[in-house]
């Protein structure tokens, strides 16, 4: 009876020991995704989209998992989340996490990104040629791009010329929107995407710079129905995967990842993000209670000359080599 006792404890614990290390084994071949966007936001359905594309490739058993909304880490964390290896693959913004990407943010400075293949043009080559120097050396790059030009929202007062700002709290999406904000006398409010709604609701802030897609996918319609068709900034972004997961791949899942990664796939992201923002005006467009505000020559040439030492203020305080970044990225812009 003892030796049978035995036997069962012994054989009981040795496939406990082995659904544990399944276990494991199915945790490691099941890379995290992460979204702080909603699961029917714009870039956590492009993500899905590159899931979709990607996994059928992989060695079986090897496969992406989406995790939106948040689940794995606020909206400022996600490039910590792939550094340290709690998500294998993030939606990166690089504003979001202060002197990591400088260079990067090259493309916030008004007049140079009008649309996203634009921007995502100007920081592909700057990558290429090595002039972002060693900002991604601790990921593997998926895609790097751009938002379009930013609009201005506002809930109460119709923005036509910067003076209008004057004396406003504004969501700023970086440090760099805050300084900008803040020389047109207007106060620069730094909120996390999924904070802007409650945080407008509330008259914390009037008005929020960002894109079409930001407007519709965080509802923002219904707090500010006034629309600026001027270009604020844009904002870079990215997908980024965590360097030792990807080198823990079998080869053949690293050529896969290969093939879907980089300026190719940077620019499919670019091309979905303009298609929507065109698409996503027109909705909007079409709503009763949204005005679209359309500047005439007199006044956009007014944000012009409000921009004239945007150059400046962005060369302020970065590494050397920023001066060789901004020239060359003015270049890309103009080709």
């Given at each position: 009876m003892k030796k049978t006792m035995h036997f069962l404890f012994v054989k009981s614990g040795l496939l406990a020991v082995l659904l544990l290390l399944t276990g494991f084994d199915a945790i490691a071949k099941q890379m995290r995704v992460s979204s702080f966007e909603p699961?029917?936001?714009?870039?956590?359905?492009?993500?899905?989209?590159?899931?979709?594309?990607?996994?059928?490739?992989?060695?079986k058993g090897y496969r992406?998992?989406?995790?939106?909304?948040?689940?794995?880490?606020?909206?400022?964390?996600?490039?910590?989340?792939?550094?340290?290896?709690?998500?294998?693959?993030?939606?990166?913004?690089?504003?979001?996490?202060?002197?990591?990407?400088?260079?990067?943010?090259?493309?916030e400075i008004p007049g140079l990104v009008k649309d996203s293949k634009t921007g995502t043009r100007i920081l592909n080559t700057l990558k290429?040629?090595?002039?972002?120097?060693?900002?991604?050396?601790?990921?593997?790059?998926?895609?790097?791009?751009?938002?379009?030009?930013?609009?201005?929202?506002?809930?109460?007062?119709?923005?036509?010329?910067?003076?209008?700002?004057?004396?406003?709290k504004m969501r700023s999406p970086s440090p760099y929107g805050s300084e900008l904000l803040n020389e047109m006398g207007a106060s620069g409010v730094p909120i996390p995407a999924p904070q802007?709604?409650?945080?407008?609701?509330?008259?914390?802030?009037?008005?929020?710079?960002?894109?079409?897609d930001a407007y519709k996918s965080f509802r923002l319609y219904e707090v500010a129905p006034n629309v600026t068709n001027t270009?604020?900034?844009?904002?870079?972004?990215?997908?980024?995967?965590?360097?030792?997961?990807?080198?823990?791949?079998?080869?053949?899942?690293?050529a896969a990842i290969d093939s879907m990664s980089l300026s190719e796939r940077s620019a499919w992201v670019a091309e979905r993000i303009d298609a929507s923002e065109t698409d996503i005006e027109?909705?909007?467009?079409?709503?009763?209670?949204?005005?679209?505000?359309?500047?005439?020559?007199?006044?956009?040439?007014?944000?012009?000359?409000?921009?004239?030492?945007?150059?400046?203020?962005w060369l302020s305080g970065k590494p050397d080599g920023a001066e060789v970044v901004l020239k060359r990225a003015i270049e890309i812009a103009e080709e």
């Open positions: 699961a029917k936001g714009f870039f956590s359905q492009t993500l899905q989209a590159w899931i979709d594309e990607v996994n059928p490739k992989l060695t992406f998992k989406l995790y939106p909304g948040s689940i794995l880490g606020a909206p400022p964390a996600q490039a910590e989340l792939v550094a340290k290896g709690v998500a294998d693959v993030a939606f990166v913004v690089p504003t979001y996490t202060s002197g990591l990407f400088p260079m990067t943010t090259v493309s290429q040629e090595g002039l972002l120097g060693t900002e991604f050396a601790d990921f593997k790059v998926i895609a790097l791009f751009t938002t379009p030009g930013y609009r201005i929202f506002s809930a109460d007062k119709e923005i036509k010329v910067p003076s209008d700002l004057s004396g406003i802007v709604y409650e945080n407008m609701e509330r008259n914390v802030v009037s008005s929020a710079a960002w894109t079409m270009r604020f900034i844009a904002t870079p972004l990215a997908f980024l995967m965590n360097k030792k997961t990807y080198e823990r791949l079998p080869d053949k899942d690293k027109a909705q909007m467009k079409a709503k009763p209670d949204v005005h679209f505000i359309q500047l005439n020559t007199e006044q956009n040439a007014a944000w012009t000359d409000a921009f004239v030492d945007a150059r400046n203020l």
